[in-house]
């Protein structure tokens, strides 16, 4: 008799897809919504792929209720989007502005109308620009109650309909590109005031989790983290070790932080030698204990592949490649730690990101066997120049291909005994880029514009639509 086949992945499994406020919403300055620092950012000649912003995006602000449907459409289970804090409280601190608020609660409202799970983010990036004005930002710890006030905010407004919620989007990218390769706002290069940020942020994450379970609210909670797990270049013990302090510097350091509430020893030691160590004060070590998540969000994108880097050698002042021309960026690292190399057994994209699909496998083996914890996979997919045909269609075979490989490890994951709890790819729609204008596509959904003009921001959905919608009909078994 043919065995029964069954699906590895649970039938409650959230197949979702994602987006984050600044890079879809456009409606900048709409509605009482004041500036954020990336509002303030693109101005700045240069700072951008062409100059590009996210002034109209891809214009989902008037267009929610369209994207909306296309998402029913597909059968999405789930749908991640970020809210931005100065739509809500346009200066950061102090007054609500209840036009803000009533955008995303119609858009949760035309989520739940349709039985799509939303899963918010708090914060993706956009600060207030005000706050950046009046006190640096993350550098003060004022921030802390700031962004708990308008956490509690969303928490009350939102939490008798909303079940999932992300903290901080990606703090090891914002925070590194933030103050160390100076590529996002405010565009310092300073490794002290990195990790004086970088705490304050942690100290912040927690303060939101922490309110969050102070206010009995129903419902999980936890960061999105950018894991790029590590590999040696090859079985020399220096370039093992070079992969270990990569690891240790690059993910643990963040990871450890918001499971355990302690900095990784060997990383910590690593800069306390430098004198890079961030300042802790009395209660700091009790808040990061209380505000253990209810589980990694895990935005995988790629691996990384180490060699042994001299004292004297390279750092992270290195090109990216913003262009999509393959083969533009160079090697990275830390002297006398570690430095990234070409890793001889992976295809990468365009913009030179490794394709790994096993190193997903990977990263959900490695968090849950180091903290124990459910995942739920906020951010997975592919970049690439997407054509829209003359026909009017788009034949993204790469991006199913890409997509169908991850799912596939993710199953496998699922029985190695990990516990993934959803899956959202990056991205429903295609959106903006932050570095690398609109040319750099994500989405199940085309939308034609480009660098030069919105054109009519139409929606053309893609042939990876269509393959996402098998698999979330069959619960993964048309894999
Ligand atoms: C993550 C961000 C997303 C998104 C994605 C793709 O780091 O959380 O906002 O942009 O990466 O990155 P990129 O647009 O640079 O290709």
Redesign the pocket.
């Known amino acids: 008799m043919a065995k029964e086949e069954r699906s590895l992945f649970s039938s409650d499994f959230l197949w979702g897809s994602a987006s984050?406020a600044y890079?879809i919403e456009g409606a900048w300055n709409e509605d009482g919504k004041a500036a954020s620092i990336w509002d303030e950012f693109v101005k700045q000649p240069g700072a951008t792929y062409k100059g590009t912003t996210g002034n109209i995006a891809v214009d989902h602000y008037h267009r929610y209720k369209e994207d909306v449907k296309l998402m029913a459409e597909q059968g999405l289970k789930a749908y991640r989007f970020s809210i931005s804090w100065s739509r809500i409280i346009p200066n950061g601190k102090g007054e609500i502005n209840l036009e803000g608020l009533k955008f995303y609660s119609d858009l949760i409202d035309e989520l739940l109308k349709y039985g799509i799970e939303p899963i918010v983010t708090l914060y993706?990036w956009d600060l207030p620009y005000a706050l950046q004005a009046s006190y640096g930002g993350w550098e003060s710890r004022e921030i802390i109650q700031d962004f708990t006030e308008y956490a509690k905010v969303l928490f009350e407004m939102f939490s008798d309909r909303v079940n999932y919620w992300v903290s901080l989007?990606?703090q090891n990218?914002f925070i590194m590109h933030g103050y160390l390769f100076a590529t996002h706002p405010p565009a310092v290069k300073d490794p002290k005031r990195m990790y004086e940020a970088n705490h304050i942020a942690n100290l912040a994450n927690a303060s939101v989790i922490k309110a969050f379970r102070e206010g009995g609210y129903k419902g999980k909670i936890g960061p999105s983290f950018?894991y790029t797990p590590s590999y040696a270049l090859d079985c020399q013990p220096e370039n093992c070790l070079a992969a270990e302090q990569h690891q240790e510097l690059l993910s643990y350091f963040w990871m450890d932080c918001y499971v355990r509430g302690t900095y990784p020893r060997l990383a910590m030691k690593v800069l306390e030698d430098k004198g890079l160590a961030p300042t802790q004060l009395p209660g700091d070590s009790e808040l990061l204990k209380a505000g253990r998540p209810d589980f990694m969000g895990l935005?995988y994108?790629q691996t990384a592949t180490l060699e042994a880097n001299p004292s004297d050698g390279i750092g992270f002042d290195s090109k990216m490649n913003t262009t999509g021309e393959k083969g533009k960026s160079e090697s990275k690292g830390l002297p006398g730690l570690f430095k990234t190399a070409v890793n001889p057994t992976l295809e990468t994209t365009n913009?030179d990101w490794t394709i790994d699909p096993v190193g997903l496998r990977l990263a959900l083996r490695r968090i849950a066997s180091r903290y124990d914890i459910p995942i739920l996979i906020t951010?997975n997919g592919l970049?690439d120049f997407d054509k829209l045909e003359e026909d009017g269609t788009v034949n993204d075979a790469n991006r199913i291909d890409f997509l169908e490989k991850h799912v596939s490890e993710i199953g496998k994951a699922i029985e190695d005994g990990v516990d993934v709890l959803g899956y959202c790819t990056?991205s429903f729609t295609d959106l903006l880029?932050?570095?690398?204008g609109y040319q750099?596509r994500?989405g199940f959904v085309y939308v034609d514009r480009d660098e030069e003009s919105e054109k009519e921001l139409t929606r053309i959905k893609k042939e990876s639509f269509y393959w996402y919608k098998d698999i979330i009909k069959s619960n993964g078994l048309s894999l």
């Open positions: 984050a890079q993706h989007n990606e990218i950018a935005n994108y913009w951010e970049g990056w880029s932050w570095l690398n750099k994500y």
